[in-house]
């Protein structure tokens, strides 16, 4: 028996790269996991092999833009499930880089519409039954970009900082109830996301991150295994780094290391 038995998780975009890892992640501890992305046959093609494991898993297909789309399938999961124990926003889109100057409305809005929206739409109708049923674990997938917002990228970085400000405000109202809502703040992790920025870039970063490597998916799914247990029911508000201690190093510590080792 995993710790996370018994419970019912929804995963946003689960079809690829993170989530796809988190709802393995999460399936592998017990859960009955919602594997649901805006690409069906994705969303499809984890789920089976979830369930080729022997663990529990079901395909939905859903764009979190579309409210009443989520509200649909958040009132099907309560047909065929009755609960809701997890929320895991983590759907998302990287954008084109672009100077605010050249920025399209087109392209600010979409980046709004999925990390800001989605999240919102999601997490109040996940909230609703969590609160009856008190208790619930809410993780929301920020960025390192909301730690230092990269230029080029204003839309991606306005957007994982207002993640943050959506977690802080929900933790504390809903702490009440068992229901913790924290933030994740992801380093550079290989996924589709990622892939060109990778190609040209990864030896560079690497080099550059105190863990000597690239994230994988799994560090971030292994990260939220941890705030979703139900023992980590103090941890609230928080957003976690994962990056391999990257943000940390400036060219002091390179300097000391340099000398030192
Ligand atoms: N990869 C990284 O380095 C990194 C770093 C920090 C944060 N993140 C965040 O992690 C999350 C997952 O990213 P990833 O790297 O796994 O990318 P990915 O492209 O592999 O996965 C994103 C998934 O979201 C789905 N999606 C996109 N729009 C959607 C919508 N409207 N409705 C439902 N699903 C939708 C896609 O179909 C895809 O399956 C994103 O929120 C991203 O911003 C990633």
Redesign the pocket.
């Known amino acids: 028996m995993g710790t996370l038995t018994g419970q019912v998780a929804v995963v946003?975009?689960?079809?690829?790269?993170?989530?796809?890892a988190i709802c393995q992640q999460l399936s592998s501890q017990g859960a009955h996991v919602w594997v649901?992305?805006?690409?069906a046959e994705?969303a499809s093609q984890v789920s089976e092999e979830i369930r080729q494991q022997g663990h529990q898993a079901t395909a939905f297909r859903?764009?979190?833009?579309d409210h009443s789309a989520v509200r649909d399938f958040f009132a099907h999961v309560d047909q065929e499930c009755g609960r809701v124990d997890i929320l895991v926003n983590?759907?998302?889109?990287?954008g084109h880089p672009s100077l605010l100057v050249n920025m399209s409305d087109e392209a600010w809005m979409q980046m709004f519409?999925?990390?800001v929206h989605?999240s919102f739409y999601c997490l109040r109708e996940a909230a609703k039954r969590m609160i009856q049923q008190n208790y619930g674990r809410v993780v929301n997938?920020?960025?390192?970009?909301a730690e230092t917002s990269l230029a080029g990228f204003a839309h991606?970085g306005a957007v994982?900082y207002a993640l943050v400000g959506l977690t802080e405000a929900t933790a504390k109202e809903l702490a009440g109830y068992q229901i913790t809502v924290n933030a994740i703040?992801?380093?550079?992790?290989?996924?589709?996301?990622?892939q060109g920025f990778l190609a040209s870039a990864e030896e560079r970063l690497a080099t550059a991150t105190p863990a000597k490597r690239i994230?994988n998916?799994e560090d971030?799914a292994m990260a939220v295994s941890m705030l979703v247990q139900p023992a980590a029911s103090f941890v609230t508000g928080a957003s976690l780094v994962v990056d391999g201690g990257f943000n940390l190093m400036n060219e002091m510590d390179r300097v000391m290391l340099d000398m030192l080792q």
Do not use: E, F
């Not at 859903?62 to 833009?65: G, Q």
């Not at 997938?141 to 970009?145: D, Q, R, T």
């Open positions: 946003t975009g689960g079809g690829s790269g993170i989530g796809k649901t992305d805006i690409q994705h859903l764009d979190v833009t983590n759907a998302g889109i990287a519409n999925i990390h989605g997938m920020s960025s390192l970009a991606y994982k703040k992801p380093g550079v992790i290989r996924s589709a996301l990622t994230g998916p971030i």
